[in-house]
């Protein structure tokens, strides 16, 4: 299996530009989740879904950030209009199920940089 | 409200054996994850404790004591690509993961 994938790796935009990151789980994995990750405060949930459904978007920072997974295997996280301090590496995992004992697999990130 | 606390440094020497703990205040428990994630890296699994005990694989071990929540990751005859930092993270009772900062673990000749 390819494992997690993300795209782009890279992106650097200016502020008030629309960001979208994308991710595609590992096939038939049911849980899909968006971390966000900066020196300063670690690696935190923003989202996560379960069968394609959002279960828990209180990580989400503000109405700026908005994701979606329209099908098993993509899901999109948005930032519209993006600031400088959206810089940050985004990761997006996933893993077997929800509720039980399994480990979350992470992509390779998005280093997100707004100037 | 939730935590999990880890020293934010450590300094090892090549070949030796290095102790990294975690403690952790969470609105209940189902597991302990330990993973390991390189400068520039995605984080990637390490272990996993729900029972009080010692897991060991390999070179790294880790260990739970739910009583007093606390766990360690141990790793022996430390070598230079364990230059890393080492994610806790508690799965609380709504099954979330709870991340800690990371301990960089220092590694040198």
């Known amino acids: 299996d390819a494992g997690v994938i993300q795209s782009p790796r890279h992106e650097v935009t200016e502020m008030g530009q629309e960001v979208t990151l994308r991710c595609k789980p590992i096939?038939?994995?049911?849980?899909l989740f968006w971390y966000r990750q900066t020196m300063m405060r670690g690696l935190e949930l923003l989202i996560y879904?379960?069968?394609?459904?959002?279960?828990?978007d209180s990580g989400m920072p503000e109405d700026r950030f908005s994701a979606k997974m329209p099908n098993a295997s993509f899901s999109t996280l948005k930032i519209q209009p993006s600031e400088p301090r959206d810089s940050a590496v985004y990761f997006c995992?996933?893993?077997?199920?929800?509720?039980?004992?399994?480990?979350?697999?992470f992509g390779p990130g998005t280093r997100l940089l707004v100037l | 409200g939730q935590n999990i606390d880890q020293p934010t440094e450590m300094t090892a020497t090549e070949g030796a054996i290095v102790q990294i703990n975690c403690t952790y205040q969470?609105?209940?428990?189902?597991?302990l994850f330990w993973y390991q994630q390189h400068a520039g890296e995605a984080p990637t699994f390490l272990s996993y404790?729900?029972l009080d005990g010692l897991e060991e694989k390999g070179r790294f071990s880790s260990f739970l004591s739910r009583s007093k929540g606390y766990s360690y990751l141990l790793l022996k005859e430390l070598q230079m690509k364990d230059s890393a930092s080492y994610l806790c993270?508690?799965?609380?009772?709504?099954?979330?993961?709870?991340w800690g900062a990371g301990t960089k673990l220092i590694i040198k000749p």
């Open positions: 969470t609105s209940g428990f189902n597991g």
């Open positions: 993270a508690v799965r609380d009772s709504n099954y979330q993961l709870i």
């Open positions: 879904f379960n069968n394609n459904v959002p279960i828990d």
């Open positions: 995992a996933s893993s077997l199920g929800e509720g039980e004992v399994e480990t979350q697999y």
């Open positions: 404790n729900v």
């Open positions: 096939s038939g994995h049911n849980s």
